[in-house]
């Protein structure tokens, strides 16, 4: 026989050796917790009280409710310790809680523009009037 196949190598000695090590490193990290997605939540917390605060409860109603659903449903999940899940819905909770408050800046910025427009029509009417009675 050769005398290669007698002995083993160095590489395949370490790598005997170096197999269950990374095969336990492998499954501590797959069956690691995941932490509780606490920022996650206080994030959305803060985006609706921000939504609340501008008014979005009577401006955008739908994704007001929405994000108030999914921040409940974030909690329920944290609470039953599926923690990716909790997260997802927090980050979800938030997008809709900014997304109410930015229809409520964009419909309070056009209820704005229209009583510019008003006002500007009013003040042409009026200088139509004096421009027409001095002739």
């Known amino acids: ?3 290669s196949f007698k002995r083993p190598t160095v590489a395949r000695r370490r790598l005997r050796c170096a197999l269950p090590v990374l095969f336990v490193l492998a499954a ?3 069956f690691a917790k995941t ?3 606490d920022t996650n939540l206080q994030a959305a917390q803060q985006a609706i009280a ?3 605060r501008v008014d979005a409860a009577s401006l955008a109603p739908v994704e007001l409710g929405q994000a108030r659903a999914k921040l409940s ?3 329920k999940a944290v609470a039953e310790k599926e923690m990716i899940a ?3 819905l927090a980050d979800q909770a938030r997008a809709d809680a900014e997304l109410a408050a930015a229809r409520t800046g964009a419909a309070k910025a056009k209820a704005v523009n229209a009583d510019i427009k008003h006002s500007t029509a ?3 009417e009026e200088m139509q009037r004096k421009t027409g009675e001095a002739k």
């Open 1 to 3: 026989m050769h005398p």
């Open 28 to 30: 501590s990290a797959a």
């Open 35 to 37: 932490p509780p997605p």
């Open 50 to 52: 921000n939504a609340e």
């Open 73 to 75: 449903a974030a909690e």
């Open 86 to 88: 909790g997260a997802q």
């Open 122 to 124: 009013t003040l042409e």
